[in-house]
């Protein structure tokens, strides 16, 4: 089972904004705070795919073969901590110190939440015992594609808040980025398709 092919529609986006429904996802995940880019950020983002490519091996061994490489990252802020943070100006309105994220690879819904964790308490490979099953309905969504680098992010997003706002929109979850382009650290970014896709609910 490829991930991509399977669930072709969650992995894709327009580069103009539009109005999606996301079901349910499951995810091998790790949790983590503090601005995105960070070394530790990166060792995580790592560590999340060998810990994947580990358990693709495992499968494949009892004739459940998957492969899945994307990796994708949940953004939130505690907003008892800081209050209501919208989706255009979601990377400048707080410090980023403040923010939490949720590193994610899709799987097939036959990993099961105990075989993850039973991987992280017997496996040697970085942050294992930190790894965890995630299941997570998105719902309704406001969604672009964004080419180019990151920081170009604070372009893109005020015209996802803006399309949102016209339709009647306001911001209900975490900040959702699937980063379809492969990309080390030190990389140009000139390449990245990035999806950034935010849960909405109808302003009353």
Request: glycine share 6%.
């Amino acid at each position: 089972m490829n991930i991509l092919q399977e669930y072709k529609d969650y992995f894709s986006a327009n580069e103009k904004p539009e109005v999606v429904e996301i079901s349910e996802g499951n995810y091998v995940s790790i949790l983590g705070e503090g601005s995105p880019g960070t070394a530790l950020f990166y060792k995580k983002k790592a560590a999340i795919k060998e810990f994947v490519a580990v358990l693709e091996q495992h499968y494949a061994a009892i004739g459940l073969a998957f492969s899945s490489s994307v990796v994708e990252i949940f953004y939130w802020f505690d907003e008892e901590e800081v209050g209501y943070v919208d989706i255009g100006n979601f990377y400048t309105t707080v410090d980023l110190d403040l923010l939490k994220y949720r590193l994610a690879i899709r799987i097939p819904e036959f990993v099961k939440a105990a075989a993850i964790q039973e991987f992280g308490l017997t496996s040697n490979l970085p942050f294992a015992k930190d790894f965890e099953h995630f299941t997570h309905t998105a719902g309704t969504c406001v969604q672009l594609l964004h080419k180019g680098p990151f920081a170009g992010e604070l372009q893109t997003l005020p015209l996802l808040q803006k399309f949102a706002t016209e339709n009647g929109f306001k911001k209900s979850g975490m900040h959702h980025e699937i980063h379809l382009t492969h990309f080390e650290p030190g990389q140009s970014q000139e390449h990245l398709q990035t999806i950034l896709r935010d849960t909405v609910i109808k302003q009353h």
